[in-house]
């Protein structure tokens, strides 16, 4: 069973700087585990940031490319630096993981897994102030 704590969110200025962090716990791994980053404003949707395959290879969002760039340690930490805050960044942030699977890495993938298991964490809020 996996799970995961979200933390080093924060309270910035537009045009800031944070990096977020997530510990994962039980038999995971982040080096063998396809991993991704959601944020949510509350009565919205959640919608996906970024994900990171086994192989490294990552994707982003298209409101967050170029700005933000997701990372894990081999061994039980996933990261999400985000650069060049704008305040329609402001969210909840949560992490995902899912099991080595023979297919892509998506945020689809992700939020059916996190649903699934009930795998959500309790997440780490931004605020980013203009």
């Not at 799970?3 to 039980?26: D, F, I, K, M, P």
């Not at 585990?33 to 919608?47: A, H, I, N, S």
């Amino acid at each position: 069973q996996v799970h995961v704590v979200e933390s080093g969110g924060g309270s910035v200025q537009a045009g800031g700087t944070l990096r977020l962090s997530c510990t994962t716990s039980g038999v995971v791994y982040t080096r063998d585990y396809c991993m991704g980053w959601f944020r949510q404003v509350p009565g919205k949707d959640r919608e996906g940031v970024a994900t990171i395959d086994t192989d490294g290879s990552t994707r982003y969002s298209d409101s967050v490319k170029g700005r933000f760039t997701i990372s894990k340690d081999a061994e039980q930490t996933l990261y999400l630096q985000m650069n060049s805050l704008e305040p329609e960044d402001s969210a909840i942030y949560y992490c995902a993981a899912d099991a080595p699977r023979d297919s892509p890495c998506t945020f689809f993938r992700l939020a059916v897994a996190a649903g699934l298991h009930n795998t959500w964490g309790r997440g780490t809020q931004v605020i980013v102030s203009s």
